[in-house]
């Protein structure tokens, strides 16, 4: 196994190799990721959501980032860890942006930082760059700001919409961003990000021209199961078959069957 590095995804984008990204929270799961040969996982501040059980993401804290990126980085040889910084660790000055990506990088041993937004944080972001942390740039649909749209719909759909998100992109690679997560856009506009720019684009709900791909792990997975957004395939479900296997728990349990006389001392 060879470890990926922010230069090999750049690589991979220069070769037309699509760049496979999943979220993960947790060492169990990073270790199955990382054996089955993933590039890139996300330690999503959307495990605010499925690990937590919010509404969003906005509630989860450096802390809690903290503990999931560290419990990841144990369960990894090879992939390269990104990790969100969470809502109100960044949007009020640079110096608290820097602060909470090196308290993230020191405390976790993660590889790289992401982040919501574009020249908003453009300051945020050449901070913590100069401190020598990678980061990954979030445009089109963001999470954090969730109240300020009021829904999570496909963005950037109007003229005006997508010229400042081609405008923060160019941004995003020009100060030096590695890569960049377009979330919820037309495959159209997609495309002609990642055709403008050399560092790769990874789509989610962003269609088949961009340099990668990302999804929930748990929504991939089907384990979650009310979330049936258009852009998501799912590959097990495992919400049925985990059910199935703790139903037949508890008859066992019931029944007497189990434990039997080979799973006793
Ligand atoms: O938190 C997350 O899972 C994300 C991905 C959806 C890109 O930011
Ligand atoms: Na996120």
């Known amino acids: 196994y060879k470890r990926i590095t922010v230069k090999s995804l750049v690589e991979m984008k220069a070769n037309g190799e699509k760049i496979s990204m999943l979220t993960a929270y947790d060492y169990t799961m990073a270790k ?5 040969g993933l590039d890139v996982l996300l330690v999503g501040d959307s495990a605010s959501n499925v690990m937590a059980g919010h509404e969003t993401t906005l509630p989860i804290t450096l802390d809690q980032m903290i503990y999931h990126a560290s419990s990841v980085i144990r369960g990894i040889e090879h992939c390269l860890v990104v990790v969100d910084l969470p809502f109100g660790s960044y949007q009020s000055d640079p110096k608290e942006a820097l ?20 020249k908003e944080i453009k300051e945020s972001i050449k ?28 963005r950037a759909k109007e003229e005006q919409e997508a010229e400042k998100l081609m405008e923060d992109a160019l941004m995003l690679e020009r100060i030096g961003c590695f ?6 856009v037309p495959a159209k506009l997609a495309k002609k990000v990642a055709e ?8 989610i709900g962003a269609g088949n021209g961009v340099d990668g791909q990302v999804l929930v792990t748990h929504d991939m997975i089907g384990m979650t199961h009310e979330f049936n ?18 139903q037949q728990y508890v008859k066992d349990v019931k029944s007497k069957d189990f434990p039997n006389e080979e799973e006793q001392y």
């Open 99 to 118: 602060r909470s990506a090196i308290r993230i990088m020191k405390e976790s041993g993660a590889h790289s930082i992401k982040l919501e937004g574009g």
């Open 196 to 203: 403008a720019l050399t560092i790769p684009v990874i789509g």
């Open 127 to 154: 901070r913590i760059l100069n401190a020598g942390i990678p980061v990954m740039g979030h445009l089109g649909l963001t999470p954090q700001s969730i109240y300020k749209f009021g829904t999570y719909t496909v």
């Open 32 to 36: 199955i990721l990382d054996k089955a």
């Open 179 to 184: 890569a960049i997560v377009l979330e919820k």
């Open 229 to 246: 957004p258009r852009f998501l395939r799912r590959y097990l479900d495992l919400f049925a078959d985990m059910t199935g296997a703790f």
